[in-house]
């Protein structure tokens, strides 16, 4: 069986008739991008984050491409991202912990 693609989060790249597959993980990096509180509509979000192999590439590119204004709004979610890291690095499970300590600081 092909491995599918996997650049920048995608799985599939889009074709005329197929909406482009993006890795779950990327998913939920791009509610943390958003002005709404991630963990809001799904209140296990940061335990399942912590859980999924870090996408280094793509949660790099998204934190680079914030301009000041941007990174201002966003700032609650990413304020979060890096409490629950921190969480996540006194946690017993050793991949929550893999997986905090590859988060970008």
């Excluded at 991008?33 to 949660?59: A, G, H, I, Q």
């Excluded at 700032?75 to 017993?92: R, V």
Aim: charged share 30%; hydrophobic share 35%.
């Amino acid at each position: 069986m092909a491995q599918p693609e996997k650049k920048g989060g995608l799985l599939r790249k889009s074709s005329a008739s197929k909406k482009p597959l993006k890795e779950k993980v990327v998913l939920m990096y791009d509610e943390i991008f958003t002005t709404e509180d991630p963990s809001k509509c799904n209140p296990r979000f940061w335990e399942e984050l912590f859980l999924m192999k870090v996408n280094l590439e793509y949660l790099e590119g998204k934190l680079e491409a914030l301009d000041g204004e941007e990174l201002m709004k966003i700032k609650d979610n990413i304020n979060c991202l890096f409490q629950h890291c921190i969480q996540a690095l006194g946690e017993e499970h050793p991949i929550r912990v893999v997986n905090a300590l590859q988060v970008p600081c």
